[in-house]
Structure formats: C-alpha cells, structure tokens
C-alpha cells in the first residue's frame, strides 16, 4: 500500500513558520499614468492584509511590522490610448523611495502595442519597523493607463515573508 509508506506517526518540533505579515491589492479601475516618468500605483482595492501592514488608502505602501526577507510581487496590465501605441513600459518595485527591482520591455523595430503587462519580483530585506516597499510604472506612450477593474485583478501587489 503506497499510503503506508508515507505514514508518520511520530513528533515534529520547529517545523512550519508564519508568512504574516502578507497582504495583496488590485487597481480597482484605471488609472491614468503620465509619459515616460515614474509613476505610483494607487493599488486601492486590499484584498487580504494579515497584519494590517498595507495602507490602501493614501501612500499605497507595504510597511512590515515583522523584520525579515518577504517576496514582493507587482503585475501591471497597461492599455494604450490608441492602437499600436506603447512603444516600451516597466514595472518597478521602490523600496524606500528608490528603486529596487525592475522589470520592462520595449517594442523593437518600430513596432508598438496596444495592450501589454509585466510582472516584476524579488525577495527584499526588511527591518520590521521603518522599511517600505511601493509599486510603480513606467510607460513609454502619450497618456497611457494602469487597467484596473474591482471584480478581477488585472493589476496587483503584494508581499509575504518568507519562512527561514
């Protein structure tokens, strides 16, 4: 019986750990981003927020209560305000007011496009007390917008920490 070779019947101690603090948030609905600067996403939408370490409400930031290494996750969906008209974007990861991890593409060969998404990660340390991560976007195209929507995620942030 092949269950029977994976029958535990003793004791663990010190296994497992806590991935709290952890939140994620969407876009509720689009925003409008300018060109070819860095923008903040006002990722509005807290969808789960364990240890109530995310501010959804005014400077959009993840500030952990709890000192360690977290997987930070961004994904961004960009629409461009006519066909064929984002020639390049990026999606960034601030910590503490800088930039931290980016991800971007650009369009080569004259060709651009018209709806396009990203996703950018890492594993970040963070002191439990003053340190924050952001998500931002870059895109290269003349009034572009971060899509949103409150029903499905089409951009999204979040973070853990990672169990050592």
């Not at 609905?29 to 990722?43: A, L």
């Not at 996750?73 to 960034?92: D, E, L």
Request: include cysteine; proline fraction near 2%; charge should be negative.
């Amino acid at each position: 019986n092949l269950a029977d070779n994976f029958a535990f019947t003793g004791t663990v101690s010190g296994a497992g750990g806590t991935t709290a603090p952890y939140f994620f948030a969407s876009l509720s609905s689009n925003q409008s981003v300018s060109d070819s600067s860095y923008t903040k996403v006002q990722f509005n939408d807290e969808e789960i927020d364990v240890g109530s370490c995310y501010d959804n409400s005014s400077n959009y930031r993840f500030t952990p209560n709890v000192a360690g290494k977290y997987y930070v996750f961004t994904h961004m969906t960009f629409f461009g305000n006519s066909n064929n008209s984002i020639a390049g974007m990026g999606v960034q990861i601030y910590k503490n007011g800088s930039r931290y991890i980016n991800s971007d593409a650009t369009a080569h060969d004259g060709s651009r496009w018209t709806r396009c998404q990203e996703f950018s990660a890492g594993i970040i340390d963070m002191n439990g007390s003053s340190d924050y991560v952001e998500g931002y976007v870059y895109v290269d195209q003349a009034s572009p917008t971060v899509q949103g929507n409150s029903s499905q995620p089409l951009s999204y942030f979040g973070a853990f920490k990672m169990t050592e």
